[in-house]
């Protein structure tokens, strides 16, 4: 998948990517960078970006780190499980790349050619502007036929 559809699905066609401020910064043959304003609707009660925002952040930039090694026509990816441990007060733009190798991706597709299904664990960080690490994830997820 080439950036401008990466960048299409991240922030126009995912309501809660956009409504968050999610942008794709970069990506290469690699990696897949994304970034996220501190807006208001993003803030906890204490002026913090709020956990919720951080998780959803998260799970979208590895999602879409693997996702865009993959056919959208033949799979879709659900996230099943988000560990995330939260490290630093996150302020400010936060961001986070997330690396997933073209041959992972195509020895997950085996599988789920071959079962049906497939997991995929992807480590993630996120960082505010002041090079702080925020948090600290593993996203989880299952390759399924398109409904």
Same mark, same amino acid.
């Given at each position: 998948?080439?950036?401008?559809?990466? +960048?299409?699905?991240?922030?126009?066609?995912?309501? *809660?990517?956009?409504?968050?401020?999610? +942008?794709?910064?970069?990506?290469? $043959?690699?990696?897949?960078?994304?970034?996220?304003?501190?807006?208001?609707? /993003?803030? /906890?009660?204490?002026?913090?970006?709020?956990?919720?925002?951080?998780?959803?952040?998260?799970?979208?930039?590895?999602?879409?780190? %693997?996702?865009?090694?993959?056919?959208?026509?033949?799979?879709?990816?659900? /996230?099943?499980? %988000? /560990?995330? +441990?939260?490290?630093?007060?996150? +302020?400010?733009?936060? $961001? $986070?790349?997330?690396?997933? %190798?073209?041959?992972?991706?195509?020895?997950?597709?085996?599988?789920?050619?071959?079962?049906?299904?497939?997991?995929?664990?992807?480590?993630?960080?996120? *960082?505010?502007?002041?090079?702080?690490?925020?948090?600290?994830?593993?996203?989880?997820?299952?390759?399924?036929?398109?409904?």
């Amino acid at each position: 998948m080439e950036l401008e559809m990466v +960048r299409e699905v991240v922030e126009k066609r995912c309501p *809660f990517a956009a409504q968050a401020g999610m +942008r794709v910064v970069s990506m290469d $043959s690699d990696t897949v960078e994304l970034a996220m304003e501190e807006t208001p609707e /993003n803030l /906890n009660a204490f002026g913090l970006v709020h956990a919720g925002a951080i998780c959803g952040m998260a799970e979208t930039v590895a999602g879409m780190a %693997l996702f865009r090694h993959l056919d959208p026509s033949r799979v879709l990816i659900l /996230n099943t499980i %988000l /560990n995330i +441990r939260f490290t630093h007060p996150p +302020r400010g733009r936060l $961001s $986070s790349a997330v690396r997933v %190798l073209p041959e992972e991706a195509r020895a997950l597709m085996e599988e789920f050619e071959k079962n049906g299904k497939a997991d995929k664990a992807i480590d993630v960080k996120v *960082f505010d502007a002041k090079g702080n690490m925020v948090a600290q994830a593993q996203a989880t997820f299952r390759l399924v036929k398109p409904f």
